[in-house]
């Protein structure tokens, strides 16, 4: 195939996954109106058309969409061959993408940054918080971080921390104005600080554990957090009951400003992974990153 075809269909692409000739062509470099005249040759030259246009969108036809499928995984693989030609450096080097949340960053991750900044100046990591449960392929993430309960079978999973629970805590000063929760259900009388992982979804149900069998409690408060650090610190300025990591209240659980409940009720959950698409072969920034992160008890 001609390189001058190549450079349409990676047009084409680009197009398609911007869904705008305006967007695309920043990225490319060109003009919308180069990049326009160069998608409206190559559907000419294959008979069918590969996008729909309007004033306002543009969406693949079932032609696009079926030739995104085919070839844009493709160009991704030429990509990542590219890029793996930097093993040939001194350094890696390179942007990685990460989608997850600040606890995770926390727990998992803040504590190697500096040492992995410092080994790898070459190397970026764009660390994108976020609850939502993000699709890594579907939003072009070179990874995401999640519980190990938590990630698909086709994705590799590589453990970067231990397991661990959720505690019950609020301040000394809420259980002197609230009764001490004596099972979980009592939790329902009480201030609850909830957490909803994504706007359109439900609020998150805290989940305990007696003799084996699994349950939920959905407690009512006044609060609604999208972010287990802010759960945290509404828990530590004594306006309710909050459900946050373990090892994230330790400090304030040694120095009195948090009292845990229920202990024996909470569950243990597999620690965090990181995970990412099963790809051929990884770029050697990647390869630093995971062997940074990999939990070793």
């Excluded at 606890?103 to 609850?131: G, M, N, T």
């Excluded at 609020?203 to 650090?229: C, H, M, Q």
């Excluded at 099963?278 to 070793?296: D, I, K, W």
Aim: aromatic share 10%; charged share 25%.
């Amino acid at each position: 195939m001609a390189q001058t075809k190549i450079n349409d269909l990676q047009a084409f692409v680009a197009v398609a996954r911007e869904q705008s000739f305006t967007k695309a062509a920043v990225k490319l470099g060109v003009t919308s109106s180069a990049l326009s005249h160069t998608v409206r040759g190559l559907e000419e030259r294959l008979g069918v058309r590969l996008l729909s246009r309007t004033t306002r969108n543009v969406s693949t036809t079932e032609a696009g969409d079926r030739l995104m499928r085919s070839i844009a995984p493709l160009f991704e693989q030429i990509a990542a061959e590219v890029e793996a030609l930097n093993d040939l450096r001194d350094k890696p080097r390179g942007t990685i993408r990460i989608t997850c949340t600040d606890d995770s960053i926390e727990l998992c991750v803040r504590a190697k940054l500096k040492k992995f900044s410092e080994q790898y100046p070459d190397i970026v990591l764009e660390l994108f918080v976020d609850y939502g449960f993000t699709n890594v392929v579907e939003e072009r993430f070179d990874a995401g971080i999640r519980l190990g309960e938590a990630i698909s079978k086709d994705m590799i999973a590589v453990r970067i921390g231990r397991d661990w629970r959720l505690s019950l805590v609020a301040s000394p000063a809420y259980f002197e104005q609230n009764p001490v929760p004596e099972t979980p259900y009592d939790l329902m009388k009480h201030n609850c600080i909830n957490i909803r992982h994504r706007p359109s979804g439900t609020i998150y149900a805290w989940e305990f554990e007696r003799d084996g069998k699994p349950f939920t409690v959905k407690g009512e408060g006044p609060l609604v957090f999208n972010s287990i650090i802010h759960v945290l610190n509404a828990a530590l300025d004594g306006i309710g009951i909050g459900y946050v990591p373990e090892e994230l209240v330790a400090p304030y659980l040694a120095d009195g400003r948090l009292k845990e409940v229920l202990p024996e009720w909470c569950p243990t959950f597999q620690g965090y992974h990181l995970y990412y698409p099963n790809r051929r072969q990884a770029s050697p920034a990647f390869a630093a990153l995971v062997e940074a992160l990999r939990y070793t008890p």
